[in-house]
Nanobody
């Protein structure tokens, strides 16, 4: 009964900006962390950024300084602000949420369906 809905992907020129959003909904007791991964066909899926409930963030080296992750706890939503985009940022971006659906249950990692980001002139 949990779903992650992503939005904000699209086509942008090099140097442009996009903001990705991901809202978690359904039976959720607590979200421990949310993050973003990306994948290019033929490559392994890689971590872009993650944010904990305490606000601690971690970024991939290629993302730091250009991409910023944030979270709205009340809305169960995570954002990825992407500035100064480069062609190598082109990928399918996946939202993740580590959450507990009920009190006392173990956490599970849920994935969004992915949203395409294309950086091209």
């Amino acid at each position: 009964q949990v779903q992650l809905v992503e939005s904000g992907g699209g086509l942008v020129q090099p140097g442009g900006s996009l903001r990705l959003s991901c809202a978690a909904s359904g039976t959720i007791f607590s979200i421990n962390a949310m993050g973003w991964y990306r994948q290019v066909p033929g490559n392994e899926r890689e971590l872009v950024a993650v944010i904990s409930t305490g606000g601690r963030t971690d970024y991939a080296d290629s993302a730091e300084g250009r991409l910023t992750i944030s979270r709205d706890i009340a809305k169960n939503t995570v954002y990825l602000q992407m500035n100064n985009l480069k062609p190598e940022d082109t990928a399918v971006y996946y939202c993740t949420a580590d959450l507990t659906p009920h009190y006392g249950s173990l956490w599970r990692r849920y994935w969004g369906q992915g949203t395409q980001v294309t950086v091209s002139s």
